[in-house]
Nanobody, 114 residues
Framework: QVQLVESGGGLVQPGGSLRLSCAAS????????MGWYRQAPGKQRELVAV???????NYADSVKGRFTISRDNAKNTVYLQMNSLKPDDTAVYYC????????WGQGTRVTVSS
């Protein structure tokens, strides 16, 4: 079992920045990858960024060059640094940990609006 707790969401103006955090606990040694997903109102949940156990990263085209996923192994935490935010980035952001199963956090809301 893996437990995930996200934090860092909020209201930000277009062009602003936010950093999301996802703290993992439980059976963290079997986590193969961790990722951030988002779900905007009326839309399906979509991948934003993922980082593997080996440190490889992958990003959705819509966030490349603006978002950065990173991790702090000592704190068992994954971060999503979001810069140059746009209204289209407004969504609930979820953290996911992949083992033999998938575990999800409760989500944190990001609103980009002036």
């Amino acid at each position: 079992q893996v437990q995930l707790v996200e934090s860092g969401g909020g209201l930000v103006q277009p062009g602003g920045s936010l950093r999301l955090s996802c703290a993992a606990s439980g059976s963290i040694s079997v986590i193969n990858a961790m990722g951030w997903y988002r779900q905007a109102p009326g839309k399906q949940r979509e991948l934003v960024a993922v980082i593997t156990r080996g440190g490889s990263t992958n990003y959705a085209d819509s966030v490349k060059g603006r978002f950065t996923i990173s991790r702090d192994n000592a704190k068992n935490t994954v971060y999503l640094q979001m810069n140059s935010l746009k209204p289209d980035d407004t969504a609930v952001y979820y953290c996911k940990a992949t083992t033999r199963n998938n575990y999800w956090g409760q989500g944190t809301r990001v609103t980009v609006s002036s």
